[in-house]
């Protein structure tokens, strides 16, 4: 197999193709209920919404991995990141990328969709960079409490 298409593979792994069908439904669907018996709806915005949302939750995944990678180096060393298949630095600029792309997007959609962007980026940003880990410790605490006799 040619290094490239290894490469590529990776970087596949790492946006998780299945999941990603799902991410168009919310947005497009809130939006058809939003401009429902309000004349025709704007399909351009919806779609341009949908994809906002797309380049968003890609951006979200990869800062994740970002955000997991000591925990994949000792639980799942076969990940993209942890196996040296992609690079840290290389995975940080393609979710910063997609998060700029969805932002410029978003501000193209109009002042409501770049604001709603803005706070869901602020969101997933906080989540992977500080919540989880409280959450994570929270559920740990919750379940050594479960465990004790």
């Not at 380049?55 to 800062?63: A, E, N, R, T, V």
Request: glycine letters at 6%; hydrophobic letters at 50%.
């Amino acid at each position: 197999m040619h290094v490239s298409q290894i490469n590529r593979r990776a970087w596949l792994e790492l946006l998780r193709p299945p999941n990603l069908f799902t991410v168009p439904g919310d947005p497009l669907a809130g939006f058809f209920l939003a401009t429902a018996g309000g004349g025709a709806p704007a399909y351009a915005l919806a779609a341009l919404t949908a994809v906002v949302a797309l380049l968003l939750y890609m951006s979200g995944l990869m800062g994740n991995d970002v955000a997991d990678y000591s925990e994949d180096l000792r639980d799942r060393p076969a990940r993209p990141l942890p196996s040296g298949r992609v690079s840290l630095r290389a995975v940080r600029a393609a979710a910063c990328a997609l998060a700029l792309a969805a932002l410029l997007l978003a501000a193209v959609a109009g002042r409501p969709v770049f604001a709603t962007a803005l706070l869901l980026l602020l969101a997933v940003t906080l989540y992977n960079g500080k919540f989880k880990r409280f959450a994570r410790l929270r559920s740990e605490e919750h379940t050594s409490e479960l465990q004790s006799p």
